[in-house]
């Protein structure tokens, strides 16, 4: 693939652009969609704690079926042709979903047409990771993989300013904020839709392993093959296992902050305002991580994000004035972009490319198990103490295996290349 200068190609673009698209459902998921649903589950007599359980629940419910279905779907996904209609299929149900959830319904059905949504973007990422490989070249992987979150970040604050606008001023636009929540839901489906187009129209397939009879039982022969053998690299294993660990904590933070801010009193405007701030916050934060990548070692900028969360964590512990959250919401957005961007091309540079959905496979196993775990333990451990603070506080040991588990395998790494 040639096209690659200083600017940014026409395919790395549009793998951006779909960053944008999705964010917006994304940051959905972080502010008005769990705001909604506690507000919903408080007028049917549920009590914060256990909307807060309930809600953590959903999402472990979305990550664990995502969980078991990646490996699948992403080997299959290796094969020609196959990668752009799955990753369609799943972006559409995502939008559909999210459009979906405009409607009334109550606390159970809603909660289950979210945990549809949120099956679909989380799928999409398998197959939309993988292109990395396909769209770039590995010396600007960290750098595309930080644009793409970076731009993610400042692109969805224009549908989510516009919905915020909707349900904070919904009187003034003769509307209830029940109703403005429904158009909001719709326009970001919109959005989301609108800003996969370019993707999914020129987007094509480099890497890939060459059709086969029975495509579906070939799938499940190389995935088994890929379990097998990735015992053997030490590299990756050690990396997914990290990884595990450390991002458990940062998509526990992500999926649970709006929750756990109402459970220590924060009130919506303010839950609202300070992660609207988190998304322009880290925007520049992701681009400044993406270029220190150019001048220093992915590895270390990845530990220094883990120690960050980790410090995150432990000031939420004391958490109970909206300042404090405003704090917080700050300095989740300096690290939040630049873990997720760095771990993903960072493990795209250590994979085989043309293998690389079967390996985004698992690496969204590892993730997306870790994501089940770390909201279903918070929602466990809050509901059996009644404090969201006790789940926060199992999440800090989670940074701490995970950052020195991610230190050996950046050991593990580097004695490969050794041998090499």
């Known amino acids: 693939m040639n096209g690659f200068g200083s600017k940014l190609s026409k395919w790395e673009k549009f793998w951006i652009l779909y960053d944008v698209g999705n964010s917006a459902f994304i940051l959905l998921v972080s502010t008005i969609i769990p705001i909604n649903f506690k507000n919903i589950a408080q007028a049917n007599g549920i009590t914060p704690a ?123 636009f003769s509307l209830t904020t029940s109703f403005a929540t429904s158009i909001a839901f719709l326009l970001n489906a919109v959005w989301w839709l609108f800003m996969s187009l370019p993707l999914i129209k020129n987007y094509r397939q480099i890497y890939y392993v060459e059709v086969k009879e029975n495509p579906l039982k070939n799938s499940f022969r190389r995935l088994y093959n890929v379990l097998r053998d990735i015992k053997k690299q030490k590299k990756i294993f050690i990396f997914l296992l990290a990884f595990f660990f450390y991002i458990d904590g940062v998509y526990t933070i992500i999926e649970m902050a709006t929750s756990y801010g109402k459970d220590v009193g924060i009130d919506d405007a ?31 900028l990845i530990s220094i994000c883990i120690l960050g969360y980790l410090a995150i964590a432990l000031f939420a512990l004391q958490l109970d004035k909206p300042w404090e959250f405003w704090l917080l919401a700050v300095c989740v957005a300096m690290f939040q972009g630049a873990v997720q961007a760095l771990s993903r091309s960072y493990f795209a540079k250590i994979i085989p490319k043309e293998k690389s959905s079967e390996y985004f496979g698992l690496y969204d196993i590892f993730g997306k198990g870790a994501a089940f775990s770390g909201t279903m333990l918070m929602g466990i451990t809050t509901q059996i103490s009644g404090s969201s603070k006790i789940g926060v506080a199992v999440i800090c040991l989670m940074f701490v295996i995970g950052f020195l588990i991610f230190r050996r395998a950046v050991k593990a790494n580097e004695e490969s290349k050794a041998i090499w």
């Open 270 to 300: 303010n839950l609202l305002l300070a992660l609207l701030l988190t998304q322009i916050v880290a925007f520049p934060f992701a681009i400044l991580f993406g270029r220190l990548s150019k001048k220093f070692k992915s590895q270390n």
């Open 50 to 172: 256990d909307s807060t359980a309930y809600w953590s629940y959903a999402v472990s419910l979305s990550t664990i079926i995502v969980a078991i279905l990646g490996p699948i779907l992403g080997t299959l996904a290796d094969t020609k042709g196959y990668r752009k209609p799955l990753f369609t299929i799943f972006m559409i149900f995502g939008v559909l979903g999210c459009a979906t959830l405009a409607f009334p319904f109550s606390w159970i059905l809603f909660l289950s047409v979210f945990v549809l949504a949120k099956v679909g973007v989380s799928g999409s990422f398998i197959f939309y990771d993988a292109m990395l490989s396909d769209i770039t070249i590995d010396e600007r992987m960290d750098h595309i993989s930080s644009l793409g979150y970076a731009w993610g970040y400042i692109g969805s604050c224009i549908p989510f300013i516009i919905s915020l606008l909707l349900i904070l001023f919904a009187d003034k």
